[in-house]
């Protein structure tokens, strides 16, 4: 994939506008998850280092086109600055006077966060001339913001065509990552997937039955694919329409490819009710819920990621989030943590792969955490994404 990089770039004494992805959780107050935040800290570090005026772009939640207060980035500026070590201004806007202003004193090495872009209706319209107004207040644009890069925003998309651009460090990083487990993965190539709903990541796994040697399924996924072979998952989550699951059994058996499902599982009457949380076979899980796959089912996966080249870890085995119900998702984590560390590449597809991963403690150990979401699976799924393809 032709981009160019940010060493390409000239940014000394440049104002360098850089869209990063800081949309980080809040529990009272408080950022409660860091790690969009962590990831950002690379590329402003490399800017800063080389006395560019950085002026940072971003979205905070859902404001719906108007001000909100609640979603501010001024904690997230005060959070980058106690991170980086540096001061980092902020200005109460993202255009206009309050944006000017600010940039006007900026000098080499300086940063500068402003304010929530979703604050005006025109950036998720991706309206030309804000983005215009956005491009008058930099010299160069930077996007670094991989996770957003699936929309085609004013900040994400538009501003790229009127300066000259570059991709981030994070940005460089998950396309090189992505696009090396879909160009080139060295096989044996084992994807371990879960998540809720075969019919949303229906696009991803037709895509990937053309590369994979083959699949460790769990979750929700996991039992519509054996509810379509006619096995009972009693109350279990599932799609209702199995059309789609006969869809990716009859991919897989035409292609070759290697299709594990759970042979038992981890049950219990309801999700609340842990302490009758037991082991059975696929066969026998009656009214209850399937919350995890089972040991036997753990070990076999384990030992089909053992000797995979590339793995692609894009979904948890079951709901994780329990004590009860997690020992599925971590013996596959540390399945792949230990093919990774004798020279395996692995990629965490982002979403509740990466959450899963970071809770139960192997994402340090993985070769690549996406931090997408949306932006992953569609580029997984081969999709062209907007703020890619501006950069190109």
């Given at each position: 994939m032709a981009f160019r990089r940010l060493e390409e770039l000239d940014v000394r004494g440049k104002r360098v506008l850089v869209r990063e992805d800081l949309n980080v959780p809040f529990i009272n107050g408080a950022i409660a998850d860091p790690a969009r935040i962590d990831a950002a800290?690379?590329?402003?570090?490399?800017?800063?280092?080389?006395?560019?005026?950085?002026?940072?772009?971003?979205?905070?939640?859902?404001?719906?086109?108007?001000?909100?207060?609640?979603?501010?980035?001024?904690?997230?500026?005060?959070?980058?600055?106690?991170?980086?070590?540096?001061?980092?201004?902020?200005?109460?806007?993202?255009?206009g006077e309050p944006a000017a202003r600010a940039i006007a004193t900026m000098a080499g090495g300086d940063l500068l966060v402003l304010e929530n872009v979703r604050f005006h209706p025109e950036e998720e319209r991706d309206d030309p001339a804000f983005a215009r107004r956005l491009a008058e207040l930099g010299d160069l644009y930077v996007n670094d913001a991989?996770?957003?890069?699936?929309?085609?925003?004013?900040?994400?998309?538009?501003?790229?065509?009127?300066?000259?651009?570059?991709?981030?460090?994070?940005?460089?990083?998950e396309l090189d990552a992505l696009s090396r487990i879909l160009k080139h993965p060295e096989k044996p190539f084992v994807c371990a997937i879960g998540g809720a709903k075969i019919k949303d990541k229906l696009?991803?796994?037709?895509?990937?039955?053309?590369?994979?040697?083959?699949?460790?399924?769990?979750?929700?996924?996991?039992?519509t694919l054996l509810a379509a072979q006619g096995v009972n998952v009693g109350r279990s989550l599932r799609d209702d329409d199995l059309e789609p699951a006969r869809?990716?059994?009859?991919?897989?058996?035409?292609?070759?490819?290697?299709?594990?499902?759970?042979?038992?599982?981890?049950?219990?009457?309801?999700?609340?009710?842990?302490?009758?949380?037991?082991?059975?076979?696929?066969?026998?899980?009656?009214?209850?819920?399937?919350?995890?796959?089972?040991?036997?089912?753990?070990?076999?996966?384990?030992?089909?990621?053992?000797s995979a080249k590339t793995i692609l870890f894009n979904g948890p085995m079951?709901?994780?989030?329990?004590?009860?119900?997690?020992?599925?998702t971590q013996a596959v984590g540390d399945a792949i943590a230990g093919a990774t560390a004798r020279g395996a590449v692995s990629v965490v597809g982002g979403g509740d792969a990466a959450a899963a991963a970071h809770?139960?403690?192997?994402?340090?150990?993985?070769?690549?955490?996406?931090?997408?979401?949306?932006?992953?699976?569609?580029?997984?799924e081969g999709t062209t994404l907007p703020g890619v393809a501006a950069l190109e």
């Open positions: 800290l690379p590329t402003l570090r490399w800017l800063h280092d080389r006395d560019a005026r950085t002026i940072v772009l971003s979205h905070l939640g859902r404001p719906g086109g108007r001000p909100n207060p609640a979603l501010s980035l001024r904690p997230v500026a005060q959070a980058l600055a106690d991170r980086l070590g540096l001061r980092v201004a902020f200005a109460e806007d993202c255009v991989f996770a957003t890069a699936h929309r085609a925003h004013a900040s994400t998309e538009g501003i790229a065509h009127l300066l000259p651009s570059a991709a981030g460090l994070l940005m460089e990083a696009g991803l796994l037709r895509q990937l039955s053309e590369l994979v040697t083959g699949f460790c399924v769990g979750g929700g996924m996991a039992n869809g990716v059994l009859d991919i897989c058996k035409e292609r070759g490819v290697a299709l594990g499902l759970p042979s038992d599982a981890v049950v219990a009457p309801s999700l609340d009710a842990s302490a009758r949380a037991r082991v059975v076979p696929i066969g026998d899980v009656g009214g209850e819920m399937i919350l995890d796959i089972g040991p036997a089912t753990a070990r076999a996966y384990a030992e089909t990621i053992a079951g709901v994780y989030e329990q004590p009860a119900y997690r020992a599925g809770m139960l403690g192997f994402a340090s150990q993985m070769t690549h955490v996406s931090t997408g979401g949306g932006a992953t699976l569609e580029f997984l």
